[in-house]
């Protein structure tokens, strides 16, 4: 098993015991402002109903990116996750 699949798995383990589902759940995300980044985290979460908050850095380098959402399990979670993390120099928070 990977250090990913570990992390995914037991991030599963933890959603499944301490939530009840259907929930809120909050993403949180730093991302660069090098390319269109912003943009493309919101394009994940395109067709569900949110609530994106952004705030750049001092700098202007980095946006924090939060978005809720309403989800209806652990695996929905994931599969967000999943969906962002092929985006250049996104951390996940």
């Known amino acids: ?11 599963k383990e933890k959603l499944d015991n301490n939530t009840e589902f259907p929930s809120d759940y909050l993403y949180k995300f730093i ?5 269109n980044q912003v943009k493309e985290v ?3 979460f395109l ?5 994106i908050t952004k ?3 001092k700098t202007g380098k980095y946006v ?7 989800v209806k399990d652990s695996d929905e979670v994931i599969k ?3 969906l962002v993390e092929n985006i250049e120099g996104l951390i996940s928070l």
């Open 1 to 11: 098993m990977t250090k990913k699949e570990a992390f995914y798995k037991d991030l």
């Open 31 to 35: 991302v660069p402002t090098t390319k």
């Open 42 to 44: 919101e394009d994940v």
């Open 47 to 51: 067709n569900q109903k949110k609530v």
């Open 55 to 57: 705030r750049a850095s």
């Open 64 to 70: 924090s990116v939060s978005v809720l959402i309403r």
């Open 80 to 82: 967000n996750y999943y």
